[in-house]
């Protein structure tokens, strides 16, 4: 198991991914979190705030080999699971790889292809494996997916499944930087700062370490009641359709126990379920016509997450 230091390791890690990103910590962190409790990541936003770089900087800084796909309409899914071809000279049928076999896989505007390439990741987010042609082969460890998308609505794109946003552990936006952000990021650029001056901080095989610790973090029994009971609670309410499902927590529990790691705890307290609540629930509820906009859903998450009261820790 990797001796790194949680709270150093992890600052470490921001920092690098924030040479290229500038002003969205809060967002490089949970998606540091998502990566660390073993779960996918969807990044919704308008094009050109730095979604497709803040994914790239992981790969380098996480040591990750990775690969990007554009998704667009005529993008196949043996692009994405690869195909068999036949050899002439052994009769047999050769595997080719397909672009989702590495540790990052990068899905590019995920919601501009067909919903039939859209399913080709599922069984490899969820099982962490493809079939093809009848014959099973697992992804590499560690395996995460990071889709962008653009919001539902702009030209070319078509709703994601709800089947397929429950497989992603947490949706985050990074949205337009501030003005002074937004200025230390053309200075940078002018100054020649590039993906290229991002550092590894960890190898393959400790970050498979930290995830290892990550999950050995203890949550205690009234914890988990406190899930379970913020999960039903958006199953009862009227403005939303469907409400979370198990997966949502199991996630919710995951990112949980990342937040207290890296923070340097053991152990998960409320505040650790506070922190990434409304990212890793919101995107996984049908809403009700009248609540479709982003806005008031954040506001009615919030509201149910203020509602329950949460437990003391001794």
């Not at 709800?162 to 002074?180: A, H, K, V, W």
């Not at 940078?188 to 995830?211: A, C, D, F, N």
Request: hydrophobic share 40%; glycine share 6%.
């Amino acid at each position: 198991m990797s001796t790194i230091n949680s709270i150093s390791g992890a600052k470490q890690i921001v920092y690098e991914v924030s040479k290229v990103i500038v002003g969205k910590d809060d967002v490089i962190i949970k998606m540091l979190l998502s990566i660390l409790a073993g779960g996918h990541i969807l990044m919704e936003d308008i094009p050109g705030v730095g979604k497709t770089t803040v994914a790239l900087a992981f790969s380098k800084a996480l040591g990750l080999e990775y690969n990007r796909v554009q998704f667009t309409p005529d993008v196949l899914p043996s692009d994405i699971t690869g195909y068999s071809i036949y050899d002439r000279n052994t009769g047999e049928m050769n595997y080719q790889r397909g672009a989702i076999l590495c540790n990052l896989f990068l899905a590019d505007e995920l919601n501009r292809a067909t919903s039939r390439t859209q399913s080709a990741l599922l069984q490899a987010m969820e099982e962490g494996e493809v079939t093809v042609d009848s014959l099973t082969y697992p992804v590499p460890r560690p395996f995460v997916v990071i889709a962008t998308q653009n919001p539902s609505g702009a030209k070319g794109t078509q709703l994601l499944p709800d089947s397929q946003l429950d497989r992603f552990m947490i949706r985050l936006s990074m949205g337009y930087p501030d003005p002074s952000a937004e200025a230390e990021m053309i200075r940078r650029k002018q100054q020649g700062v590039s993906l290229e001056m991002v550092q590894q901080v960890v190898s393959r095989g400790e970050l498979v370490g930290l995830i290892a610790q990550v999950e050995q973090v203890y949550i205690k029994d009234n914890l988990i009641d406190y899930i379970v009971r913020l999960c039903s609670l958006t199953r009862r309410d009227s403005r939303i359709l469907q409400g979370a499902s198990p997966r949502a927590a199991l996630s919710l529990t995951a990112l949980a126990k990342a937040t207290a790691w890296i923070q340097g705890r053991d152990y998960v307290i409320p505040s650790d379920i506070r922190f990434v609540f409304a990212d890793a629930i919101q995107h996984r509820l049908i809403w009700a016509q009248e609540n479709q906009s982003y806005s008031r859903q954040r506001a009615v998450v919030d509201e149910l997450f203020a509602s329950v009261k949460a437990p003391e820790i001794r």
